[in-house]
């Protein structure tokens, strides 16, 4: 075993997020894990670009309120302990609503041996989906 000391968050780069978004990297399975754990603290108002897994994704809410949305579907919101499952290639957004905070837990996996790329795919920013405040 080791135990991994905290590390310094990351700012979460403005071609793939709207707003202030920090994460910390909690898992990075090494193989034959493909494990992939981030807590992504997002404020008010931030959120993802439209992306897509491909394995999926597991989000966790923990704290604040969120919003997610897949393509052509509603706006839901989030809250703490709330679970949403996003099957892989559906391609979604998720943050933070326009006046709360929002963390989640980002569960994933890289992808296994021979499978083709991406692990994750970016688009285009949330514009007018996204609600005004
Ligand atoms: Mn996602």
């Given at each position: 075993m080791h135990v991994q000391k905290k590390q310094p968050s990351t700012k979460g780069p403005a071609q793939m997020f709207t707003g202030d978004v920090w994460f910390d990297v909690i898992a990075a399975g090494e193989p034959p894990s493909q494990l992939r754990v981030n807590v992504v603290r997002f404020s008010p108002g931030a959120h993802t670009a439209w992306h897509r897994h491909a394995n999926g994704q597991t989000l966790h809410v923990t704290e604040g309120i969120g919003l997610v949305q897949s393509r052509g579907g509603e706006i839901v919101e989030i809250r703490p302990g709330d679970t949403v499952y996003t099957p892989p290639g559906e391609w979604h957004w998720h943050g933070a609503a326009p006046n709360n905070f929002m963390t989640h837990l980002a569960m994933w996996e890289s992808l296994a041996d021979g499978q083709q790329g991406p692990e994750t795919e970016w688009a285009e920013?949330?514009?007018?989906?996204y609600p005004t405040a």
């Open positions: 920013h949330v514009i007018d989906e």
